[in-house]
């Protein structure tokens, strides 16, 4: 079936690309390109190639990044509940790529719904450092939290704010900040339809307005010698690089850092530059920014297997250093363990009133210590691990965290960590995002199941199983009694509890296999 395009984004390609436009226009007769990226917090690159139930086909730009056939369903196979892979779009995975995070980075995604670029940087992140992942709106920030909790990310903070409010409370925080724009989405018109019957609604001005405002917070967020990505997935040079010469005539400090031309990334397009402020007098930029926007990259559906991206880095020219106001938790936290579990300094409501529980309980920071006692028991009886940051309650919830939430006062916070729990009438109850983090050798015991036993499935469908005692893997004296970790061949999906043969299934309603 023949893709319908709005006639006036036909003629203004025609008017851009003139030779390159009849090939531009045949790529919309090619099949789709599926993807998927390999989740290398929970399985190597090479472990995955091994046991991939689908043939793969390397992306170019991306080492973790797959094709696939387009009439597979890799959301319906176990290891898809298991986080062992992300399914992407080839050319989405190319803004993380040129971000180039490593271990011990402060990386903040700033419009990160639904997850797809955050759990790519975390991989990359590989539990060092920080991820701090956004989005303004709030329905969006469901899928965010969980994708970032299936794919087994302990070092997120997840957030529900404008950039504006973030850059208010962690001014030059960040030394990497990715920006996947809010766009027009013209590179997306193969892949949805919808988008392009929406085209004429999210119109280019629109865009432009949000992105000059993101873009300029972003300067304020990131720390000296620090380096911002800037993404779209539309071809509009009003909204590419029409928005980088801006931004570099507006902060000197900046330079692009040049990808276009190398690989499979086309060079920017100053030359539409100069189109643009020869037909309108609202533009205007220096001769300098143009010329850098060639640096820019752009990946063509005629060019690539793939869809449309455009991708800029953009260096800040200072020397990198720690930014203001980051210093490490332990001055506003204040140990009660040798093994780094902390108390949080519990701050006055204003009415000066516990509630019900508090008045049972006696002072809320007593209730918040035998929650964090209820936790380490559990930790204690039932892991064999060290999780990362500091271990602090938000009422009856447990998280573990690697940033000070005293820097997140004011903030709205979905997540302020790596969410391991809930306690209930004292008792510690684990969270399914702690069992989709754990491998099974950090878990004291295991039932193994197999993608290709039917048991899997109905595992994931919430059923009851009925298990032997010899099956469930003990580490040390550990009985089989008490909470299992169910993985599929050798990777955690989620928990059951056994006792005297039968499993009881844990996993969310939520979460399930949906389906036949």
Known sequence: MAIWLPPLFIDRMQRLLGDEFDAFMKSYEAPKYAGIRVNTLKISNEQFRDISPF???QIPWCDTGYYIQDDVKPGKHPYYYAGLYYIQEPSAMSPVEVLQVEPGDRVL???????????????????????????????????LAKNIELYGVRNAV????????????????????????????????????????????????????????????????????????????????????????????????FHVMPIGGMGSFAPGRPDWLKQLQEEDPEF??????????????????????????????????????????????????????????????????KSGRPNKKEKHSGQRKDTAQEHLESYVGFAQQELDIDLPGITVTYGDHVYQTVIDPSLLQGLKVVRPGFYTGTVKNGRFMPSHPLAAALHPEEAKRVLELSSDHPEAIRYLKGETLQVDRDRILCKGNAEPKGYVLVCVDGYAMGWGKWLDGILKNEYPAGWRWMGA
């Open 55 to 57: 043939a793969l086909r």
């Open 109 to 143: 995604d700033l419009c990160a719904a639904p997850g797809g670029k955050s759990t790519q940087i975390a991989a990359k992140l590989q539990g060092q450092g920080v991820l701090v992942t956004n989005d303004i709106n709030s329905e969006r920030t469901k899928a």
């Open 158 to 253: 997840v957030l529900n704010e404008s950039p504006e409010r973030i850059a208010n409370v962690l001014p030059h925080f960040f030394n990497k900040i990715l920006i996947d724009a809010p766009c027009s989405g013209e590179g997306m018109f193969r892949k949805d339809e919808d988008m392009a019957k929406q085209w004429a609604t999210h119109s280019v001005e629109k865009c432009m307005l949000m992105q000059r405002d993101i873009l300029k917070v972003a300067a304020s967020l990131l720390a000296p010698g620090g380096t911002i990505v800037y993404s779209t997935c539309t071809f509009s040079p009003e909204e590419n690089e029409a928005m980088i010469a801006e931004f570099l005539d507006a902060h000197e400090e």
């Open 284 to 349: 205007h930029f220096s001769k300098e920014a143009i010329e850098e926007t060639a640096g820019c990259g752009r990946l063509w559906p005629h060019l690539i297997e793939g869809e449309g991206h455009f991708v800029t880095v953009l260096k800040h020219g200072g020397d990198r250093s720690e930014p203001s106001g980051y210093e490490f938790i332990e001055k506003h936290w204040k140990s009660n363990r040798a093994d780094r579990t902390y108390v949080r300094e519990e701050q006055k409501r």
